[in-house]
């Protein structure tokens, strides 16, 4: 499957809630296609789960970055919020299933998007200057060739 559709059909899905709260979406997308072996429903739904969370993480409005790099082999899809960022004393633990700091929180989000990305021969990565937002990143083989 395509990567950068994906990414598109994504800020299309998060236009009108970004607009409400209000969140500055950007997206940023390579010139060329990105190709990889995984399920677009599952991982449509991964990126969704750490949207939401990035939403949820700005109540009082920011910015949303979603970007796609290709690096060499690898895909590279992130979420960037501007929200207060993940303390490190968590910062695995967000991963497991049914760990939320959210009040009506089920703790899956995490939990689901990474098992989508590891089942494709990924990884998913979080990365967090405390105060300064979140990043969170799935990293994905690239189909060799033309595909
Ligand atoms: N963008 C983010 N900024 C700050 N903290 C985050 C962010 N994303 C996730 N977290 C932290 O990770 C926890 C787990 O996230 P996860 O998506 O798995 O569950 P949840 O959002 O709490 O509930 P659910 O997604 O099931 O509705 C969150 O409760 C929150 O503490
Ligand atoms: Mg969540």
Known sequence: MELREVVVDLEQLLGPQCRRRPVKLTTQLPESEVRVQATRDALKQALINLSV?????MPEGGNLELR?????SRAVLSVTD????????IREKIFSMHFTTKGSGTGIGLYVAR????????NLRVDSEPGQGARFEIELPVLSGRG
């Open 115 to 122: 098992n989508v990305a590891e089942s494709s021969g990924g």
């Open 53 to 57: 969370n990035a939403l949820e993480a």
């Open 68 to 72: 796609l790099d290709r690096i060499d």
């Open 82 to 89: 501007t929200g207060p960022g993940v303390p490190l004393d």
